[in-house]
C-alpha cells in the first residue's frame, strides 16, 4: 500500500456468504495514533479495491466491497498472558 512510514499487515480476511463484502483486519507496527492510520487506509480503499480488481478480476464475478477494521487480538493475547503470569 502507499503509506509512507507505516507498516501494514493484513491478519484476517472475512467474507459475506454471497462474497460481496470483505471485512479487512489489519495490525500496524509503530503507529501512534491508530485511529489516524485506519482513516489513511480508508481513504484509499478505492486504490486498493482496483488494485485486487487487477489481480483477481478474471476470476471472480465482482470484486468485493472492503470494510477495514483494526485488529486488536494482539493486545488481547498480551492482556491474557499478562493476567496469566499474575
Not at 493484513?10 to 503507529?31: E, H, Q, Y
Not at 485506519?38 to 466491497?65: D, N, S, Y
Request: proline share 2%; hydrophobic share 45%; charged share 30%.
Amino acid at each position: 500500500m502507499r503509506f509512507d512510514g507505516y507498516f501494514i499487515t493484513v491478519t484476517l480476511v472475512r467474507m459475506s456468504p454471497d462474497l460481496g463484502v470483505a471485512k479487512v483486519f489489519l495490525s500496524f507496527m509503530a503507529v501512534k495514533d491508530l485511529e489516524v492510520a485506519l482513516r489513511k487506509v480508508k481513504k484509499e480503499a478505492t486504490w486498493v479495491r482496483k488494485t485486487l480488481a487487477g489481480v483477481i478480476g478474471k476470476q471472480v464475478r465482482r470484486i468485493p466491497e472492503l470494510h477495514f477494521y483494526v485488529d486488536d487480538s494482539l493486545d488481547y493475547y498480551e492482556a491474557v498472558e499478562e493476567a496469566l503470569k499474575n
